[in-house]
């Protein structure tokens, strides 16, 4: 028990320490930097409570993809942050609404377990005990036959934006070549070599 | 007291003595397949290779070690000295990591994780922060285009990665290691009435997985042909322009770390890990870690090979490649595979 204490302690205060830095750093590379360092931790927490699939699914869908990602547009772009910090303060209502409504949820959900700590298994399909069942069982049992309707609906709503931002930079330019693979492959000999039987001293 | 060291020291104590052993091995290992790969690339153009450290060379790479490690490490002045420095780290650290969870024998594992095939696709995608940052660290043209091409292509060729690794768990049925060798004893061949033999691993029933792991694990190593971010005909090095001695070993002992690690996966997921060929009690009694190594060097002298005599592509049919030809093939296999799975009933 104390190490995993300890390790809890450990990840939590990196990560917190690191948020903190995303919002501290100058330089928004760093701050996107620090952001990583706060995912990873946050998925060292999950795997301390046990939810190892959550843990290795945010490391591949947060940080191995969305966070690359985030890294590529902010070197790419050039921002001036004096500029933006000037006017950060603009926000701040809005930023602080967002807040007030995500602590009043945890102190909700936190609340509701610390006063009734039996709830987690009065649900309908209550948690399975870690030791007997691996994790990513439970979850594909549970996403594959009680939600598989809304697992669905949420691939297709993920497949309708794909395609939104697929349609949205897409630009037919002409004038350009393209190489048609098919074409390529096709030719044979005859249709590509032609064989000319040239008299010497004449030319073609 | 005594419970203390029983139940923390002890334990710790053997884990690090594991990773030790596990980390000197792979080291001695990835040195010897740097010189095969020199010497390989050497044979199918003619030439000797490196023949003068040691006999036949063979302390080729320990030389170059030291070479490197008593150059002085140069940090250009415009450089971002932090992340500079990091981004080798992070490199050689990710690609070491992911070497907790692979098993080389039956029960020779260092971490023997529920989700083991998860936790290295995770932190082989990962891998590509070594490279995006110590290219826009060195703060320099052509760095930064070799780690944006890097990391465009490390993202795209995850993804038939990814459903590659789907199909075989489906065969599988667990996200272990282990499991996943020990599914492959009684496979294919078995299940028509064959001896275990190798007919039963992945390769055979998965055919058109293994050559697309295959090629795809070329291009997430940025291996020759798909070795775009560091094309020395257009970006003059990539990402490593500006890295010179230890710095720069580190990139490279990160490269073939990863190299390795690939070899071994694709020795898992398709050549039936530690397990004979044959079902023969002679064989049966060579240790499963020699399979293993046998193997994995087969897998790396395929590399080598395609390294030697495949030319470059470019870049916009390498996307082409990843978008448009596997991810559609490895699409189509993992619903094939499930619906033959299903309808035999061997699910």
């Known amino acids: 028990m104390g190490l995993q204490a300890l390790f809890f302690y450990l990840f939590a205060f990196v990560a917190i320490a690191s948020a903190f830095m995303v919002i501290w750093a100058r330089n928004p590379v760093h701050s996107v930097l620090f952001l990583i360092l706060t995912f990873f931790n946050a998925a060292g927490l999950f795997l301390l409570t046990g939810a190892e699939f959550l843990a290795m699914i945010l490391l591949v869908v947060y940080v191995g993809a969305v966070a690359v990602l985030f890294l590529f547009v902010v070197m790419m772009l050039d921002i001036d942050f004096a500029k933006l910090r000037s006017t950060a303060l603009e926000y701040a209502p809005v930023g602080a609404l967002i807040g007030v409504i995500l602590a009043a949820e945890l102190v909700v959900v936190i609340g509701g377990s610390v006063i009734s700590p039996e709830i987690g298994k009065t649900i309908a399909n209550p948690i399975p005990d870690v030791a007997t069942r691996t994790n990513t069982a439970a979850l594909g049992d549970q996403l594959?036959?009680?939600?598989?309707?809304?697992?669905?609906?949420?691939?297709l709503v993920l497949l309708v934006a794909m395609i939104g931002a697929i349609v949205l930079t897409l630009r037919h330019r002409t004038n350009i070549k393209r190489q048609n693979i098919a074409n390529q492959v096709?030719?044979?000999?005859?249709?590509?070599?032609e064989v000319v039987k040239v008299k010497s001293g004449q030319g073609l | 007291m005594e419970q203390f060291i029983s139940t923390y020291v002890w334990p710790a104590a053997i884990m690090v003595g594991q990773s030790l052993l596990l980390l000197v091995g792979l080291l001695v290992f990835i040195a010897y397949i740097l010189l095969a790969d020199r010497k390989i690339w050497a044979a199918v153009q003619l030439r000797r290779g490196p023949n003068v450290v040691g006999p036949w060379g063979l302390f080729q790479s320990f030389a170059d070690l030291l070479k490197f490690v008593f150059k002085e490490p140069v940090i250009?002045?415009?450089?971002?000295?932090?992340?500079?420095?990091?981004?080798?780290?992070?490199?050689?650290?990710?690609?070491?990591?992911?070497?907790?969870?692979?098993?080389?024998?039956?029960?020779?594992?260092?971490?023997?994780?529920?989700?083991?095939?998860?936790?290295v696709f995770a932190i082989s995608s990962l891998e590509v922060y070594g490279i995006i940052m110590g290219g826009w660290a060195?703060?320099?043209?052509?760095?930064f285009l070799?780690?944006?091409?890097?990391?465009?292509?490390?993202?795209?060729?995850?993804?038939?990665i990814g459903f590659v690794i789907v199909t075989v768990l489906l065969c599988v049925g667990s996200l272990n290691l282990t499991d996943i060798v020990m599914a492959q004893h009684d496979g294919l061949g078995t299940r028509l009435g064959l001896p275990p033999s190798l007919l039963d691993w992945h390769w055979l029933s998965l055919f058109p997985m293994f050559i697309v792991f295959f090629i795809s694990a070329l291009?997430?190593?940025?291996?020759?042909?798909?070795?775009?971010?560091?094309?020395?005909?257009?970006?003059?090095?990539g990402f490593m322009v500006e890295y010179g001695s230890t710095p720069y070993m580190?990139?490279?002992?990160?490269?073939?770390?990863?190299?390795?690690?690939?070899?071994?996966?694709?020795?898992?997921l398709f050549l039936g890990g530690w397990l004979p060929p044959v079902d023969v009690w002679f064989l049966n009694w060579v240790p499963g870690i020699i399979w293993f190594v046998i193997k994995a060097s087969l897998v790396f002298f395929m590399f080598a090979m395609v390294k030697a005599f495949v030319p470059r592509y470019r870049y916009d049919q390498l996307m082409r490649l990843g978008w448009k030809v596997f991810l559609p093939i490895s699409l189509a296999?993992?619903?094939?595979?499930?619906?033959?799975?299903?309808?035999?009933?061997w699910a």
């Open chain 1, 186 to 193: 096709a030719r044979s000999p005859e249709t590509a070599v």
């Open chain 2, 250 to 268: 580190m990139f490279m002992l990160g490269e073939y770390a990863a190299i390795v690690l690939m070899c071994s996966l694709t020795t898992i």
């Open chain 2, 333 to 345: 296999m993992v619903i094939i595979v499930a619906f033959v799975l299903k309808f035999m009933g």
């Open chain 2, 138 to 143: 060195s703060n320099s043209k052509y760095p």
């Open chain 2, 146 to 160: 070799g780690a944006l091409r890097s990391a465009a292509q490390m993202v795209s060729y995850e993804v038939s």
């Open chain 2, 76 to 119: 250009p002045a415009g450089a971002n000295k932090g992340v500079f420095l990091l981004a080798p780290l992070v490199a050689v650290t990710l690609a070491l990591a992911t070497w907790a969870v692979v098993p080389l024998a039956d029960g020779w594992v260092i971490a023997n994780i529920n989700v083991g095939i998860l936790y």
């Open chain 2, 219 to 237: 291009a997430e190593t940025n291996r020759p042909p798909f070795d775009l971010p560091e094309a020395e005909s257009e970006l003059v090095a």
């Open chain 1, 144 to 155: 594959y036959t009680t939600y598989v309707y809304f697992f669905q609906i949420a691939g």
